[in-house]
């Protein structure tokens, strides 16, 4: 009964590669989030996404690109993939269309770059 | 100043302590306010959220305080599964929350 859940859980793989990551939330969310938390533990929002519509692009580099096909998936695609991706990489989502409510994480995937 | 800023700690206490931590945030005009626990190599996971009366969950109480942008924990007889890394959450008003880079909790037997 996993209410967000990501795959892969580990992503282990070369410079340079392309790789996607999928979420998924069967909470009835209309606000979805990807996050990024480095070495360093610092939990930074990348992305999130609306019922399916853009709110919240931040300094990201364009290599990194979410698609929501629907209000209950948030998938992370990875291009030309660089060391510095090596991280920890979260789903969340939340109720409502402010961004303002408790959100629910899935369980991460870990990336790391060969 | 960062949005949210807490103390990294770690904090060390003995099994049965209490321990209190505090945060502080840059934007007057956030409304919403949560505690959440992270435990190694997991996801966050919301403890509480913080309302401006203040509010308990069993051994765990917070506090807001607005005039001086800060809230707090705080955990009564700690446990050892009380161990984890504990996240102040503030809304930014921009439609998300940030994240404070979290406080250590190390309760020791």
């Known amino acids: 009964d996993t209410a967000v859940s990501q795959t892969p859980k580990y992503l282990v793989t070369q410079m340079g590669n392309d790789k996607s990551i999928k979420c998924e939330q069967n909470?009835?969310?209309?606000?979805m989030y990807w996050y990024k938390q480095d070495s360093k533990k610092f939990l930074k929002i990348m992305f999130s996404?609306?019922?399916?519509?853009?709110?919240i692009n931040e300094t990201v580099p364009n290599r990194f690109s979410p698609k929501s096909p629907d209000k209950a998936h948030l998938n992370l695609h990875i291009n030309s993939l660089e060391l510095g991706d090596s991280a920890v990489y979260f789903c969340?989502?939340?109720?409502?269309?402010?961004?303002?409510?408790?959100?629910?994480f899935g369980d991460g995937t870990r990336l790391s770059i060969l | 100043r960062k949005e949210v800023e807490q103390d990294p700690g770690p904090f060390n206490v003995p099994e049965g302590a209490t321990v209190a931590f505090n945060c502080t945030y840059s934007?007057?005009?956030?409304?919403?306010f949560f505690w959440y626990r992270q435990d190694c190599r997991k996801e966050p996971k919301l403890l509480m959220s913080?309302?401006?009366s203040g509010n308990e969950d069993g051994r765990f109480t917070a506090q807001l305080n607005r005039a001086s942008q800060y809230i707090s924990l705080l955990i009564r007889d700690s446990k050892l599964s009380d161990s984890a890394t504990y996240l102040c959450?503030?809304?930014?008003?921009?439609?998300?929350?940030?994240f404070g880079s979290g406080t250590r909790l190390q309760v020791q037997p």
């Open positions: 913080v309302y401006s």
């Open positions: 909470l009835g969310h209309d606000t």
């Open positions: 996404y609306n019922n399916k519509e853009l709110i």
């Open positions: 959450v503030v809304d930014t008003g921009r439609r998300a929350l940030t």
């Open positions: 969340a989502s939340s109720q409502g269309n402010y961004g303002n409510q408790p959100q629910h």
């Open positions: 934007n007057s005009a956030s409304q919403s």
